[in-house]
């Protein structure tokens, strides 16, 4: 878990998740699925406030980085940075091999934390069946990819 004087990361319950599900619509994020893996979502809070949110979904040793998602009072501060980093070490800890993600907006923010464009089909068969890919995410978002250092 990390802490600033400002906010607090740490796991994402069911109480968070009418929460999470206001940022995400706020952020044009798709919200279809999110509900099946909050035990896999991060939140950053400042006191009740969420200020911003990650979550993997996890297929075996793979998963599937998504909803990443800061508020607007809370854009600009390194949050959104925080947040992928706090989402990558919980892959790590959950000894995953690669993490995917989709995206139509932030292709060049990305591969600051070791992820790279590749197709579709190069993805796990599983992460395919994820709802981001077969109906959340258009065909036309970019796919990349981060093998985790424990591949």
Do not use: W
Not at 58 to 70: D, E, F, N, T
Not at 112 to 122: D, K, L, N, S
């Amino acid at each position: 878990m990390l802490t600033s004087p400002t906010h607090v990361i740490a796991n994402a319950d069911a109480a968070d998740l009418p929460a999470l599900l206001a940022l995400l619509d706020a952020a044009s994020l798709p919200q279809d699925g999110i509900a099946d893996h909050i035990g896999s979502a991060l939140i950053a809070r400042n006191g009740d406030e969420i200020l911003g949110c990650a979550a993997l979904e996890i297929y075996g040793s793979s998963a599937l980085l998504r909803s990443v998602a800061v508020a607007p009072t809370a854009q600009g501060s390194g949050l959104g940075t925080q947040l992928v980093y706090s989402a990558l070490a919980l892959a790590e800890d959950r000894h995953i091999r690669r993490v995917y993600l989709l995206t139509e907006t932030a292709a060049d923010y990305f591969p600051r934390f070791g992820f790279a464009p590749i197709t579709r089909q190069e993805v796990d068969p599983a992460v395919k069946q994820s709802v981001e890919f077969t109906s959340a995410c258009p065909a036309s978002a970019l796919v990349m990819v981060k093998k985790m250092n424990n591949e």
